[in-house]
């Protein structure tokens, strides 16, 4: 039988406002990159960025693009982020382009339909850094195995309007993205202490949003009034806030719907580097739920909760993601669980980075992960539940940079890893850092949110 205790949901207090992105650490990034480059014989980097896929583009310069997109083009000795009409002056926003580290120039093209044109063409801003008979690394947000395409190395995710001229430039062009994104080597898919310490911050701010709108639900007011309640505070959505109730799909928004108990609901918030969200019904206790569900937290909620203490305690650098996969699957069976995606992924400014943990994955879990609890169970009569929220996995020498450069984020983690530890119960390794103040929480019931499940 599933034991459920009543208590308060933890609070370790706001955090302060977390550092800057500096130029040093973009400086870092961008010879990184160059190093990168180097190693796989790329004469240029073409980096692209979007409203949607801006991360890649941000973690290098600190600029993200609004309503346009945005090209940066690195060299050995030179980079250049291109604009369009909207977005040109908001480059000083980057530390690289305030300290004349990136250039910037204006490239018309990039901008909406129907504003102005004019001045140089794309492909003449690319030949400036583009030599012909080079090969080129573009970067898009995603790269192609054998089994999607047929040549995985020229498969390219960057519009044609970029991607034609850089084939016309170039001798060949390769698609570069993983050396960002791949779990095992991407640059991108390790933080350090202060990128923790930014982290915390995002998760702290989805999470009382999220609570704030968990302990303002009640049967007869409508889900708009509900996400109202949450009161987000203004950080970047990593993406779209869902409130989905009844029978609406999951990645549903508010729609005016009006709460009823005995629906199953799931609701998130998503920051920058954070994504918050909780699953269960909107009931009292089991008496509220129809009745195919009224064995929802035996059933379905004790054996979740059981298996993310197993997830947690496999957060160590060294275990392989293949063995994380397999451990989920026996502990979630695919017939009763329904989890058909990664069990857990890498998260940054986009909330899916990619994952080191999939079937028959060597890439082990490493140390400066910053690993999201996703594991997605779904039934048709039990619904789901969700103990979604973010971690670090840190070695022993990223915990003494933390402790050391940001020791107030270091004590809050060790007592959301207490309290997952002591009230209820789960493997919590000293090398897994709760950055979330709702880690371990899962609150089948969400008309009275104070019970929750333990191991």
């Not at 993200?64 to 000795?77: I, K, N, Q, S, Y």
């Not at 305690?313 to 994380?324: E, K, N, T």
């Amino acid at each position: 039988m599933a034991r459920i205790i009543r208590i308060e949901w933890p609070d370790n207090g706001s955090p302060d406002l977390p550092p800057a992105l500096t130029v040093a650490e973009c400086e870092a990034r961008l010879v990184a990159l160059r190093q990168a480059m180097a190693v796989r014989g790329f004469g240029a980097m073409v980096v692209y960025g979007d409203r949607e896929h801006a991360a890649n583009l941000h973690w290098l310069t600190g600029f993200d693009p609004r309503f346009e997109e945005a090209v940066l083009v690195v060299t050995a000795g030179d980079a250049l982020l291109l604009a369009g009409n909207e977005c040109l002056a908001y480059t000083v926003i980057s530390p690289l382009v305030q300290a004349g580290l990136v250039r910037t120039g204006l490239c018309t093209s990039l901008s909406l339909p129907s504003q102005p044109r004019g001045g140089r063409r794309l492909a003449d801003w690319l030949g400036d850094l583009v030599k012909p008979g080079s090969t080129v690394g573009a970067v898009g947000w995603k790269w192609y195995g054998p089994d999607e395409v047929d040549d995985p190395a020229t498969a390219l995710d960057i519009p044609a309007f970029l991607a034609d001229p850089l084939r016309g430039l170039a001798r060949r062009v390769e698609n570069a993205t993983d050396l960002l994104m791949h779990p095992a080597h991407g640059l991108r898919t390790r933080v350090d202490a202060a990128e923790i310490a930014r982290l915390e911050f995002a998760n702290h701010m989805a999470v009382v949003a999220l609570k704030r709108m968990v302990f303002a639900l009640a049967p007869g007011i409508t889900d708009f009034q509900a996400f109202e309640a949450g009161r987000m505070g203004g950080l970047p959505l990593g993406c779209h806030a869902t409130f989905a109730v009844g029978d609406a799909p999951g990645l549903c928004g508010p729609s005016g719907r009006h709460l009823e108990v005995g629906q199953p609901i799931s609701l998130n918030v998503c920051h920058w580097g954070a994504n918050i969200c909780r699953a269960g019904w909107l009931a009292r206790n089991a008496e509220d739920l129809p009745r195919a569900a009224q064995d929802y937290v035996d059933i379905f909620v004790a054996p979740y909760v059981a298996a993310m203490s197993d997830w947690c305690g496999m957060m160590r650098p060294g275990v392989s993601g293949g063995a994380v996969w397999n451990r989920m699957r026996e502990a979630l069976p695919l017939d009763l669980f329904g989890v058909t995606l990664n069990p857990g992924h890498l998260i940054g400014l986009d909330e899916w980075v990619s994952s080191p943990i999939r079937e028959g994955s060597i890439d082990p879990i490493a140390s400066g992960m910053a690993m999201q609890m996703d594991v997605i169970p779904g039934h048709p009569a039990y619904g789901s539940t969700r103990m979604e929220d973010g971690y670090v996995i840190a070695d022993a020498a990223l915990r003494a940079d933390l402790a050391r450069d940001f020791p107030e984020v270091a004590a809050r983690c060790a007592a959301r890893a207490h309290f997952m530890r002591s009230v209820v119960g789960m493997d919590v390794p000293e090398t897994l850092l709760p950055l979330a103040d709702t880690c371990g929480i899962v609150a089948p019931y969400l008309l009275d949110p104070a019970q929750v499940v333990v191991c």
